[in-house]
C-alpha cells in the first residue's frame, strides 16, 4: 500500500510540475492558458496515479484486526487523506474542460443567500455568468436576481406549495431551485437566464454565504475601497449584513425605504468579487502571496459540505461530480434505505441564521415489516419578542438582524426510499405524500416557528420489503445547512454524528 501511495505521489508531482511553475512565476490570471495547457498534458500520468492510489485503497481494505496503536494511528491518517487524494486527482484531470481548455465555457452563477434557506442551499439572491477561456475570465456578470426577470418572456407556473405558501403565481430564476436536485435545479436555471437573459451556458455553478466566507478566507484580507478595513474570513458575512443595510454607495439605508437603497443594495455582491480577481490577478508568486494549496483545500471543503454545487454538459466532467457528490444530485442508492431532510424558508426572511435543526431517525421492526421514524427537532435561537404576531407580509424592516429575528415559515419535505408507506406525521400542516425526484417517497407540510421556541416534527412510515441485506442507510445532507445533530438507532446499532456531509451506515 505505501509503495502505491509514494509511487502516485512521485508521479502526480513530476506530472503537475510545468503547470505549478507557471503559477509561481507568472503573474495572475496571464499565467492560466500556461497552467491549463500543463494540467491537459498531465492527464494520462494523473491518471496513472490515480489508479495506483485506487489500488492502495483495496490493499488498505484488507487490513483488518487489532493494531498496534502506532499503525492504527498510520491507517487512520491514511484513510482521512487518500480520498482527498484521489479527489484532488480527479479534479486535475476534469479542470482543463471546465475552464476552457478546449473552447470559451459558460456557466450560470447562483448565489444563494442560505439565512433563507431554499431546497438545494437557498433563496437565490444574486444570478448572472462567467466566460471561461483557457482558464481566463473573459466575461463575468453578477446582478440583483431580481433584475434577471424578463416580463416580455413567458414564464412556467410556480410550484404549488410556492403558490400556496408565498402567493407566487409564475416561476422566476430567483425561485427556481425548488427542487433539492440541483441538476434539475440546474436546468430550469438555465432556461430561465437564457429566455430572460438571452444567454445559453454550458453548465451552472451555485454557492452559498459559506463558500463566499471560506473562499475569502483562503484569498486572504481583501481591501475595498471605501471600506475601512480589509473583509476577511473572520468578518465577510458581518461586512455583507452592514453593506446591505447601508450600501457604502449610497446615503439611504434600509430604514429610510428609499429607492435608492433597494437598487444599491446588493451593490456588495460585485465589490467583492472584483476584489477577488485584483487578488488573483496578483498571481501565485511568493511575492504576491497567494496561497493555492489553501485555496484548493476551500475548494474541496465547499464541495464535500455542499456549499458549492457544479452542474455542467460535459460528460466526462459530470461523472466525476457525480462520482464525488458534487453536482448536488438527489441519487437514493439502490437496495438501501434513504432520509433527506429537505427544509424551504417561506417566510420572507432570514430566519434560518437563527434556527438550528436536530435530526433523529429510528428504524424497528414490526409486523408488516420495517417501521421509520423521522423526528427533526427545530430551535429558534432569537430572543423573544421582536415579533409578537408572526406576520408573514413581505417587507425588509429596519435592519437585516431584524429579518432574521422575525418567525421561521417553513415547509418541510422527508425523502425516503421509493415505496415507502406513511403512517402518520405530527407537526406539519397539511400534510401529503407523493412522488418525488427519482421515484423517491416525500412526506411534506408547513409549519410556523416564533423566535426562541421549539418545534417538532415526527413523521413515521412503513419501509419498502425489498430493502437489501445487511441494512444499509444513506442520510443525505442538505445544501445550505451546516452540520445538525444526527441521531441513527436501527436495532442494536446506534450512532451519534452530525450531518456537515452526506453520511452512510450499515447494521449488520
Known amino acids: 500500500m505505501a509503495i502505491e501511495v509514494a509511487a502516485a505521489g512521485r508521479q502526480a508531482a513530476d506530472a503537475l510540475a510545468p503547470a505549478a511553475a507557471a ?33 492502495a485503497a483495496v490493499l488498505r481494505s484488507e487490513v483488518q484486526g487489532p493494531l498496534h496503536p502506532r499503525l492504527a494511528g498510520l491507517l487512520a491518517r491514511v484513510d482521512r487523506l487518500l480520498p482527498l487524494a484521489q479527489a484532488g486527482l480527479q479534479a486535475a484531470q476534469a479542470a482543463p474542460a471546465l475552464l476552457g481548455q478546449d473552447g470559451p465555457r459558460t456557466y450560470l452563477i447562483l448565489a444563494q443567500n442560505n439565512h433563507e434557506l431554499r431546497p438545494t442551499g437557498g433563496f437565490i439572491s444574486g444570478a448572472g455568468h462567467v466566460r471561461l477561456a483557457e482558464g481566463r475570465i473573459t466575461d463575468l456578470r453578477l446582478i440583483d436576481s431580481y433584475s434577471v426577470d ?41 432556461s430561465l437566464y437564457a429566455q430572460d437573459q438571452g444567454v445559453a451556458t ?6 452559498d454565504l459559506e463558500a463566499v466566507r471560506l473562499l ?38 434600509v430604514e429610510t425605504g428609499a429607492a435608492e437603497w433597494w437598487t444599491k443594495r446588493k451593490d456588495f455582491m460585485g465589490e467583492l468579487v472584483g476584489a477577488a480577481l485584483a487578488r488573483l490577478e496578483r498571481g501565485a508568486a ?19 459540505g455542499r456549499h458549492l454545487q457544479i452542474s455542467v454538459d460535459d460528460p466526462a466532467l459530470t461523472r466525476l461530480l457525480i462520482e464525488r457528490g458534487w453536482d448536488g444530485g438527489l441519487r437514493p442508492p439502490s437496495g438501501s434505505d434513504f432520509l433527506a431532510v429537505v427544509d424551504a424558508n417561506v417566510g420572507f426572511n432570514k430566519a434560518n441564521a437563527a434556527v438550528q435543526p436536530a435530526i433523529d431517525y429510528r428504524v424497528v421492526a414490526e409486523e408488516g415489516g420495517l417501521i421509520a421514524t423521522a423526528t427533526v427537532t427545530f430551535t429558534h435561537t432569537a430572543p423573544p419578542g421582536r415579533e409578537q404576531v408572526c406576520d408573514r407580509t413581505p417587507r425588509y424592516g429596519e435592519s437585516y438582524a431584524e429579518m432574521v429575528q422575525r ?88 450512532w451519534d454524528t452530525e450531518l456537515s456531509r452526506d453520511r452512510a451506515f450499515t447494521c449488520p
Request: with cysteine.
Open 23 to 55: 503559477l509561481e512565476h507568472d503573474a495572475g490570471m496571464d499565467a492560466m492558458p500556461q497552467v491549463v495547457a500543463g494540467l491537459a498534458a498531465a492527464a494520462p500520468a494523473l491518471a496513472e496515479s490515480e489508479a495506483r492510489l485506487a489500488r
Open 202 to 207: 454550458d453548465g451552472a455553478i451555485a454557492l
Open 286 to 304: 511568493p511575492a504576491a502571496g497567494l496561497d493555492v494549496p489553501a485555496l484548493a483545500r476551500a475548494a474541496l471543503q465547499m464541495l464535500e
Open 216 to 253: 475569502v478566507d483562503a484569498l486572504g484580507p481583501l481591501p475595498i475601497e471605501g471600506v475601512a478595513e480589509p473583509v476577511t474570513g473572520q468578518n465577510a458575512i458581518a461586512w455583507m449584513e452592514r453593506q446591505w443595510d447601508a450600501p457604502s454607495a449610497s446615503e439611504t439605508t
Open 407 to 494: 418567525c421561521y415559515w417553513a415547509y418541510l419535505r422527508i425523502y425516503a426510499p421509493g415505496g415507502s408507506e406513511l403512517l402518520d406525521i405530527d407537526g406539519l400542516k397539511k400534510p401529503l405524500s407523493e412522488v418525488g425526484e427519482r421515484g423517491t417517497a416525500v412526506f411534506a407540510g408547513h409549519f410556523v416557528l416564533p423566535p426562541s421556541q421549539q418545534h417538532v416534527v415526527t413523521v413515521r412510515y412503513r419501509l419498502p420489503a425489498d430493502l437489501a441485506q445487511p441494512y444499509r442507510l444513506f442520510v443525505r445532507k442538505q445544501a445550505g445547512t451546516f452540520a445538525p445533530p444526527l441521531h441513527v438507532s436501527i436495532a442494536a446499532c446506534r
Open 150 to 190: 424578463n416580463w416580455q418572456q413567458p414564464h412556467p407556473p410556480a410550484p404549488l406549495p410556492l403558490s400556496e405558501q408565498m402567493g407566487a403565481q409564475l416561476l422566476t430564476l430567483r425561485d427556481s431551485n425548488w427542487s433539492p436536485d440541483f441538476p434539475e435545479t440546474a436546468d430550469v436555471a438555465r
